[in-house]
């Protein structure tokens, strides 16, 4: 049996040290027996000293937690090194489990002979449970978010077979409508908007199911050409019959149709925008301007010009207009629906692919966006 000189280690140092430490402190002989104890311990666990000292962990805690505790005596007893870990505990009087953050060292006698083991712990049963919720309410979200993905799934199957349907029927409506230009025309407007439904519900996947909405960047090659086409399709089949607007698009033949970039955010932009121009203008006409700014090896910078003859905005606080839920033309004075947030996702949009927008309008004349954005060479 080894043994301890337990009058060298009370001594009125040790002590005063023991006391001040920010936690519990302990002292074990080889035979894993407390030899002396902080009172900052034996307030931790609920205990007296004549209920702990000269006992091992088996006669304190349940075997598992004891066995477990007196493998790590063991480990720094065996390396001769300190040792980081984290400890069980039986609150002696409740039971209650708790849970230290523990420090071990050997304790050695003048010759260097490790002769025990002292200890130093910090009581993070707190923190422990606050873990354990945080686990469970992640797992709890992740839970939910996969049957909300696997919902988004499932109803775009169901949503793609009366679009398909859809865009069949809109079709052979045109060709058999071919000697009736009205029908026709109409038959064309109610497919673009069909197909730009179905794009749009492609987007609403990537955002619900491949988290693509967020500030990541998503960069893959792209048809730019069918991108643009796609937004005026869409804005065209987006006017009102009691509306007469003209849509039109200028893109500089010197672009490359592939690029890389994220198309997603791309088109949300251009989208808003275009959009905002239908909402507020009667009649007239709406312009994408699309120009090549500057070429590099690698890359090219692209401004988008988005122009209309709307009721235009005012610019005397020009910066808030990409506030969220901002509107420079309440819905009640103008009758005009919004919801306040399409420049603000513009904005953000523009901000995470580094590019830059501003805009120019004149009250009751219209309004003209600018975007710069650089994309990749394919």
């Known amino acids: 049996m080894y043994t301890i000189d337990t009058n060298n280690i009370s001594t009125p140092l040790l002590k005063e040290f023991a006391e001040m430490v920010p936690g519990g402190f302990y002292c074990l002989d080889l035979d894993y027996r407390f030899v002396y104890i902080n009172s900052f311990t ?39 090194k300190m040792l980081h870990c984290e400890e069980r505990v039986r609150d002696i009087q409740t039971g209650e489990t708790k849970y230290f953050d523990v420090q071990l060292s050997p304790l050695c006698d003048k010759n260097k002979k490790i002769v025990g083991i002292c200890g130093i712990s910090t ?17 709890e979200l ?22 398909n349907g859809i865009v069949g029927s809109t079709q052979l409506l045109q060709i058999l409508t071919k000697d009736n230009p009205k029908i026709k025309t109409t038959a064309e407007k109610i497919d673009n908007g069909v197909m730009s439904l179905s794009k749009m519900f492609d987007h609403l996947y990537g955002v619900m199911v491949n988290d693509e909405f967020n500030s990541d960047i998503h960069n893959k090659d792209f048809s730019f050409q069918e991108l643009l ?41 251009l989208r808003n925008i275009l959009s905002n121009s239908v909402r507020y203008t009667k009649s007239g006409e709406i312009k994408l301007i699309v120009e090549l700014l500057e070429d590099m090896p690698d890359k090219i910078k692209i401004k988008f010009t988005v122009s209309d003859t709307g009721t235009g905005i005012t610019t005397t606080e020009k910066d808030k207009i990409y506030e969220y839920g901002r509107r ?43 975007v710069e954005l650089t994309f990749g060479k394919v």
């Open 229 to 269: 086409d796609l937004e005026i399709a869409l804005t065209n089949s987006s006017i009102p019959p009691t509306k007469n607007i003209n849509v039109s698009m200028t893109l500089d033949d010197k672009i490359p149709d592939k690029l890389c970039g994220d198309a997603f955010k791309t088109s949300q932009i």
């Open 123 to 139: 009581d993070v049963t707190d923190r422990k449970k606050l873990e354990q919720e945080i686990l469970d309410k992640n797992k």
């Open 328 to 370: 420079f033309i309440t819905s009640y004075e103008s009758n005009i629906p919004g919801t306040g947030i399409g420049l603000n996702i513009v904005k953000g949009h523009v901000d995470a692919l580094g590019g830059t927008i501003d805009y120019d309008s004149k009250i009751g004349e219209g309004s003209q966006f600018f």
């Open 42 to 80: 034996l307030r931790t666990a609920n205990a007296n000293i004549d209920s702990v000292l000269g006992k091992t962990p088996l006669d304190i805690h349940p075997k598992e937690m004891a066995e477990e505790i007196i493998a790590h005596y063991q480990q720094v007893i065996k390396t001769e």
């Open 142 to 163: 992740e839970s939910k978010d996969q049957l909300k993905k696997e919902f988004i799934k499932n109803f775009s199957h169901d949503v793609k077979l009366p679009i």
